[in-house]
């Protein structure tokens, strides 16, 4: 989408409004230029490209942390969160800001190394030539979905939707799914038994889901 990300310690003198408006300390900014028709167009665009840098560092962070099998945890499982977002003008001024007012966007940011930081822009540049990258960006959304749910059940069956939109992404289809996943694995029956298993328990945790409604 034409969005050029670049990571600083301390914002150009042209954001110092930004300052003056938002009296935090944070370890590290994320500037995204981008050209749009609006305020509106420029902050969807750069929301979009966040998110997506937000779900690769958890791809490099979360799968560290322990995730109940169920049950409730006590936050959302996601380990980063953005920050307040200001949309500026060509000449720094802002146009718009969204305060996020439970971010723990400073506490966490200092987990991203550098090396973090370099692969996600490889990452990016490389998702923009690639042909499937549309197919790839909903998975990435639904993945970060899937880690800011507090109940880890649900977690679980957003993250199962994940993975059906990049095996199966027109239709579900189980049977694919599994072989789709087990050509990763050159055909290795222990792992064909745990998606096994995992499809069984996504589908008797959306009957349970059912049965709750219908209750």
């Known amino acids: 989408q034409d969005v050029k990300i670049t990571y600083c310690k301390r914002l150009p003198k ?27 167009e420029a902050q969807y665009k750069a929301e979009i490209q966040a998110e997506q840098q937000r779900a690769l560092w958890g791809i490099h962070i979360n799968p560290y942390r322990v995730i109940p099998i169920a049950g409730r945890t006590k936050g959302p499982l996601n380990t980063i969160y953005l920050g307040d977002f200001t949309v500026h003008n060509s000449i720094g001024q802002i146009e ?14 200092y987990m991203l190394s550098p090396l973090t930081l ?19 960006r909903k998975a990435l959304a639904i993945y970060l979905s899937a880690f800011d749910e ?57 009957h349970q889901a059912v049965q709750a409604n219908d209750d």
């Open 150 to 206: 507090i109940d880890s059940s649900r977690s679980f069956i957003v993250m199962w939707a994940a993975l059906e939109a990049l095996t199966t992404p027109k239709r579900a289809n189980y049977d694919n799914m599994i072989a789709r996943c087990m050509f990763i694995y050159k055909n290795d029956m222990g792992h064909k038994q745990i998606l096994e298993h995992l499809r069984l328990r996504r589908n008797n945790l959306m």
């Open 118 to 136: 370099s692969n996600c822009r490889k990452f990016t540049r490389q998702l923009s030539k690639c042909a499937y990258k549309e197919d790839l």
């Open 14 to 40: 042209k954001y110092h409004e930004r300052g003056k408006l938002i009296k935090k300390d944070y370890p590290l900014f994320m500037l995204l230029k981008l050209k749009a028709r609006s305020f509106r």
């Open 96 to 109: 718009h800001c969204a305060f996020q007012e439970n971010s723990d966007f400073a506490k966490k940011l």
